[in-house]
């Protein structure tokens, strides 16, 4: 019995060691983490996307306007922040987590807030510019669709 109890901490220690690395657990972004000596490192891909968002709230009157395709509605959003890490993909798509608030005024005047997790996809266009791709909700309030 003892060595059965032993045996049982060895094993979900070990399990416990690998998961925390990784190595078992599904990857929540697709890719792999992009490197700084890369073609097109980090810092790009975080500018092209802000610049995107930027431009986009511009024309939009003030607000980031993204289509929810399983709530099949507009989200009006206020940008928050980046994530740090972003991933590069094998056919060289590059994906960031981008951070933003939605507030809805309800029909009985309240008010209702969210954050969202808004990903981001971006190819490198012929002229060497990063371009979005495709945009989606990933997580609402830190709950992944």
């Known amino acids: 019995m003892r060595r059965t109890f032993l045996l049982t901490v060895i094993v979900l220690t070990a399990l416990a060691s690998l998961l925390s690395d990784g190595t078992l657990r599904a990857e929540e972004h697709p890719g792999k983490h992009l490197e700084e000596q890369a073609t097109v490192n980090p ?9 995107y968002i930027h431009r986009d709230t511009e024309l939009k009157g003030g ?7 399983k709530e099949k509605r507009v989200l009006k959003l206020d940008f928050s922040e980046l994530h740090k890490k972003v991933n ?16 809805e005024q309800k029909p009985d005047g309240s008010v209702n807030t969210e954050t969202l997790d ?28």
């Open 118 to 145: 808004i990903d981001f996809w971006l190819k490198q266009g012929e002229n060497g510019k990063l371009n979005v791709s495709r945009i989606k909700v990933h997580k609402v309030d830190g709950v992944a669709r």
């Open 63 to 69: 607000y980031f306007l993204l289509w929810d395709d």
């Open 88 to 103: 590069v993909l094998e056919d060289e798509t590059y994906f960031m987590c981008v951070d933003f608030n939605a507030r």
């Open 43 to 51: 810092e790009q891909v975080k500018e092209a996307i802000l610049d």
